[in-house]
């Protein structure tokens, strides 16, 4: 009986280890709650750990020494407590990608809009509400290039007795896409930025972490799913990614998609996917194959013109079980690098579940060029500084205004009526109409530059915004992931060309809802969103190099009259500048 006893305890203990650390251990983990809204508690430490990937050993930043880090587990309406500790020598904060921070913008992370970094030895502790919110997040740090490699999957769950509005799969596993590069990131980005040109390609990319067997040293470095013929699973797919977009597919293999940004959809059936950085995406899979061993394949999608990319599939297995465990897999096929019509096909066929409320009696129209600038070389030494075309050094820009972070936070200047550190005039419209796609100046430097400011726009509490995202083709036209912190909103209209008010098609019967929009290479989006959750809240492309070129922009949301209308006083651990 004593033996029985101490054997019960040591298996408890060991559950009990793995829902505290989160993660990879337990495949479709759901947790439970005995009645009510759970609390969530988690300890990240940003911490230097040494790594070995494609011939390469090198120290990077992670949390809690794990690449990709610990997964977030939850379920909808759950709170979260995450108390950031930084050993690192970088700065660092955490962005949850995709919770929309209902009355917690002051836990948002994104560094210099609503929070400053935390400093070695320094510590923070994010605290938000799931409210109304289920499905595949992420979180990733949201200063410099960290995210490369500090970045982890947050897996919201419904209800307890809430049931998936599809088939219960057999298994749930997380895939996330990654790069990764042998040099140290800070440094790239440093001589990215001084040099003025673009940045060097990924020397590799990463499923869960692993190259595979495409790349040098990485034959054994491979993320493989052991699958039971004639079971369904759910994958959940995030792209965190930094500088470029990716087509994914397994061999042979359909896949369904039912969930988008963690907003669930009309299951739309698809040979191949595309995400673009900031994009998640749930898809269900049957082992109904012959039994082998079947590639999961994750290449480039590179709409820009004249970039140098990373072009090495990496692979992972979708290996069922009875197959030769080293027998050769069969390849997946993948759309050519350039083909926008199939990153546009799975666009089209996306709709919400259900049909959706979307705001009809539009209060503010605003219509937002995206793209790319050459601005003048003005160093005095321009062979080092000024690498870009013409001469010049690359920038992006929103309207033709390149966003300049400022060295405080704009939430806490907003907040504290801090003067000189950010503006409020935005334009809503651009500052010059033209043929952006086929007539765009592109005589660089001399007619591509941009204005620079800390601008923000300002939207009272409950404006619905209608918001045109038109792609220019200064430099190049190119897909660009836009994401906007702190809400959700509807895709009622995705097109290619200039946006035309009297020819352009709306859904405003079931639209996607999502956080993080591909507007299309050489096209527009349209959006629509109601401003009902105060703060500052950045809206951005989510390649990375873009954003640091500064295509972004802040949009501040006021005050409503009502207690759950206002933003709390920000926490007492807030970083400093």
Not at 33 to 60: A, E, L, P
Not at 407 to 414: F, G, Q, R, T
Request: charged share 15%; with cysteine.
């Amino acid at each position: 009986m004593k033996n029985l006893l101490t054997t019960l305890f040591i298996y408890f203990l060991f559950i009990l280890f793995l829902c505290n650390n989160h993660s990879k251990y337990v495949v479709g983990f759901r947790p439970q709650r005995r009645g009510g809204r759970s609390t969530r508690f988690y300890d990240f430490k940003v911490q230097t750990t040494s790594i070995t990937k494609v011939c390469n050993t090198k120290d990077i930043p992670t949390i809690n020494g794990m690449y990709p880090g610990p997964v977030v587990h939850a379920q909808e309406d759950d709170k979260v407590i995450v108390r950031v500790t930084n050993e690192s020598p970088y700065n660092i904060t955490i962005h949850w990608h995709g919770i929309r921070q209902r009355l917690s913008c002051w836990s948002d992370g994104p560094s210099y809009i609503t929070q400053c970094p935390i400093q070695t030895g320094q510590n923070f502790t994010y605290e938000f509400t799931l409210a109304q919110q289920k499905g595949t997040f992420f979180w990733h740090a949201h200063v410099s290039w960290l995210r490369a490699t500090v970045y982890g999957a947050i897996v919201v769950y419904p209800k307890n007795g809430v049931p998936y509005p599809f088939k219960f799969p057999y298994e749930e596993h997380i895939i996330i896409l990654g790069e990764f590069w042998m040099k140290d990131m800070v440094q790239i980005e440093q001589a990215v930025l001084a040099g003025g040109g673009a940045p060097p390609p990924a020397d590799a990319f990463t499923i869960n972490g692993q190259p595979g067997p495409n790349y040098n040293c990485s034959t054994d470095d491979i993320f493989k799913i052991d699958a039971v013929p004639g079971k369904t699973y759910l994958l959940r797919l995030i792209n965190a990614a930094l500088n470029q977009e990716h087509f994914f597919a397994i061999a042979n293999h359909r896949l369904t998609i039912v969930e988008v940004d963690a907003e669930y959809t009309k299951p739309l059936t698809t040979d191949r996917i595309m995400l673009g950085p900031g994009q998640t995406l749930n898809v269900l899979v049957t082992a109904d194959k012959p039994i082998a061993r079947y590639s999961m394949a994750m290449g480039p999608y590179q709409s820009a013109k004249n970039v140098s990319f990373q072009n090495i599939t990496a692979i992972a297995y979708f290996q069922y079980f009875g197959a030769t465990a080293n027998g050769l897999s069969l390849p997946a096929a993948l759309p050519h690098f350039d083909d926008n019509l199939a990153a546009k096909t799975v666009m089209d066929g996306l709709r919400s579940l259900n049909p959706v409320t979307v705001p009809k009696d539009i209060d503010r129209n605003l219509f937002v060029t995206i793209g790319l600038n050459v601005q003048k070389c003005r160093s005095k030494n321009p062979q080092k500084d000024c690498q870009a075309k013409g001469g010049g050094v690359m920038a992006a820009s929103m309207n033709n205004i390149s966003f300049s972070k400022p060295n405080i936070s704009i939430l806490e200047a907003y907040y504290k009526n801090i003067s000189g550190y950010f503006t409020q005039d935005f334009p809503g419209v651009p500052l010059k109409f033209y043929d952006f796609v086929n007539g765009a100046p592109n005589n660089p430097p001399n007619d591509t530059n941009s204005l620079n400011g800390t601008r923000t726009y300002v939207l009272d509490y409950g404006t619905k915004v209608q918001l045109i995202l038109q792609d220019t083709s200064t430099v190049s036209t190119e897909n660009h992931p836009i994401h906007l912190h702190g809400y959700s909103f509807y895709v009622v209209g995705y097109g290619t060309g200039n946006y035309d008010p009297d020819t352009a098609n709306f859904n405003l019967v079931d639209p996607p809802y999502m956080n993080t929009i591909g507007v299309p290479v050489g096209g527009w989006a349209a959006i629509r969103f109601v401003a009902d959750n105060p703060g500052a809240w950045f809206m951005h492309c989510h390649l990375e190099i873009h954003l640091s070129w500064g295509l972004s922009v802040v949009l501040i949301v006021k005050n409503g009259e009502g207690p759950l209308e206002r933003l709390p006083h920000p926490p007492k651990d807030l970083p400093r500048c």
